[in-house]
């Protein structure tokens, strides 16, 4: 079973930079799929950016602001956030899929383990 712990949250001026990170409690292959989700008060969970295979995948809507990384030698994914806008203000939850292929990355029912979320919030 794996375990995940993010870290990083906090208050950012809109425009302003976060980075997440997330520690696995044991390695996890290539293969597997690590995401990002994301979930804003009265709304449903909703993908943020993945990698497998050293590819990253992004939401439209954090595309070019957002960049996801695996550090396979510390079992890490990091999510560096930069033009931080309110609307990005949420629950942030790092997820891991053994099982995902590039078709199922972006979808929550791929995802087998979640961490407990880190609040992000963006805010004057």
């Known amino acids: 079973q794996v375990q995940l712990v993010e870290s990083?949250?906090?208050?950012?001026?809109p425009g302003g930079s976060l980075r997440l990170s997330c520690a696995a409690s044991e390695r996890t292959s290539s293969h597997w799929a690590m995401g990002w989700?994301?979930?804003?008060?009265?709304?449903?969970?909703e993908f943020v950016a993945a990698t497998r295979f050293g590819r990253g995948y992004y939401a439209d809507s954090v595309k070019g602001r957002f960049t996801i990384a695996r550090d396979s030698a510390t079992n890490t994914v990091s999510l560096q956030m930069?033009?931080?806008?309110?609307?990005?203000?949420?629950?942030?939850?790092?997820?891991?899929?053994?099982t995902a292929i590039q078709s199922t990355i972006s979808s929550l029912q791929a995802y087998n383990y979640w961490g407990q979320g880190t609040q992000v919030t963006v805010s004057s």
């Not at 990083?8 to 001026?13: E, F, H, N, S, W």
């Not at 989700?37 to 969970?45: D, N, Y």
């Not at 930069?82 to 053994?98: F, I, K, M, S």
């Open 37 to 45: 989700f994301r979930q804003a008060p009265g709304k449903e969970r």
């Open 82 to 98: 930069n033009g931080l806008r309110p609307e990005d203000t949420a629950v942030y939850y790092c997820a891991a899929a053994p």
């Open 8 to 13: 990083g949250g906090g208050l950012a001026q």
